[in-house]
């Protein structure tokens, strides 16, 4: 008799998922789900190199809201650095940020690579008011320092 009482206490109750499936905090698996916040206005990372091509959208503060990246849409090789590659990464990453509502960004272009232009082109084209476009790439002012001169 002891058993039955103990199994009646674990077995769950059906007013307590219904709670549960109410309060809207946890998902199927029982972790919190994010609260999407509104941020209107953020940043845009692009960061393109010879190589590949990675854009971050951020929030004002610099908090990830997404970012997307030529091998995470399924370039592989020579095309992940290509400007049509540029413009899928937007595309990726301004739908991951929708949540947020994210409407206005200020662009920050980092790299030599052929997709800077295509990438700031591509969050115009996919809804993103750009509001300025600032060139971040990193130019030695005195180079790195020689190496010393061989003796022989």
Same mark, same amino acid.
């Given at each position: 008799?002891?058993?039955?009482e103990?199994?009646?206490?674990?077995?769950?109750?059906?007013?307590?998922?219904?709670?549960?499936?109410?309060?809207?905090?946890?998902?199927?698996?029982?972790?919190?789900?994010?609260?999407?916040r509104s941020?209107?206005?953020? +940043?845009?990372?692009?960061?393109? =190199?010879y190589?590949?091509?990675i854009?971050?959208?951020?929030?004002?503060?610099?908090?990830?809201?997404?970012?997307?990246?030529?091998?995470?849409?399924?370039?592989?090789g020579?095309?992940?650095?290509?400007?049509?590659?540029?413009?899928?990464?937007?595309?990726?990453?301004?739908?991951?940020?929708?949540?947020?509502?994210? +409407?206005?960004?200020?662009?920050f272009? =980092?790299?030599?690579?052929?997709?800077?232009?295509?990438?700031?082109?591509?969050?115009?084209?996919?809804?993103?008011?750009?509001?300025?476009?600032?060139?971040?790439? !990193?130019? !030695?002012?005195?180079?790195? +320092?020689?190496?010393?001169?061989? +003796?022989?």
């Amino acid at each position: 008799m002891a058993n039955e009482e103990k199994k009646a206490t674990a077995a769950p109750t059906a007013e307590g998922t219904a709670k549960a499936g109410k309060a809207g905090t946890r998902g199927a698996r029982g972790k919190k789900r994010k609260q999407a916040r509104s941020v209107p206005t953020g +940043r845009a990372y692009v960061h393109a =190199s010879y190589n590949n091509t990675i854009v971050t959208l951020t929030d004002a503060n610099g908090n990830v809201l997404s970012w997307s990246s030529a091998g995470v849409v399924g370039f592989k090789g020579p095309k992940k650095a290509t400007p049509y590659a540029a413009s899928v990464i937007v595309r990726d990453a301004v739908e991951k940020a929708a949540d947020y509502g994210l +409407r206005e960004v200020n662009a920050f272009v =980092s790299g030599i690579g052929s997709g800077r232009e295509a990438a700031v082109r591509a969050l115009h084209a996919n809804g993103i008011n750009v509001l300025a476009i600032k060139d971040v790439t !990193p130019i !030695p002012h005195n180079g790195c +320092r020689a190496p010393k001169p061989r +003796r022989i």
